[in-house]
Nanobody, 111 residues
Framework: QVQLVESGGGLVQAGGSLRVSCAAS????????MGWFRQAPGKEREFVAS???????SYADSVKGRFTIFRDNAKNTVYLQMNSLKPEDTAVYYC?????WGRGTQVTVSS
């Protein structure tokens, strides 16, 4: 069973950038497709981005062109680079793989 720990969240102004990380242990991420989801207060958890074992990426329409998901199998870590951030990107960001979830990292974008 893979364990996931997110980090890198914080407070950023609108238009700024942030990179969040998801470090895995207990298994190698090279075995899995990896994903990022987010949940804003009072809203359902929603898909943000995913990356397959062969590094094919998919994005929600709301983040396409602004966010980039990438993986470093040597570091057993997946990243989400977030540019041109908007206040509506404010949420707790969660990493997932093989039905495992991390505890999330808070991203807050001020206007």
């Amino acid at each position: 069973q893979v364990q996931l720990v997110e980090s890198g969240g914080g407070l950023v102004q609108a238009g700024g950038s942030l990179r969040v990380s998801c470090a895995a242990s207990g298994s190698f991420i090279s075995r899995y497709s990896m994903g990022w989801f987010r949940q804003a207060p009072g809203k359902e958890r929603e898909f943000v981005a995913s990356i397959t074992r062969s590094a094919d990426a998919s994005y929600a329409d709301s983040v396409k062109g602004r966010f980039t998901i990438f993986r470093d199998n040597a570091k057993n870590t997946v990243y989400l680079q977030m540019n041109s951030l908007k206040p509506e990107d404010t949420a707790v960001y969660y990493c997932t793989a093989s039905r495992s979830w991390g505890r999330g990292t808070q991203v807050t974008v001020s206007s």
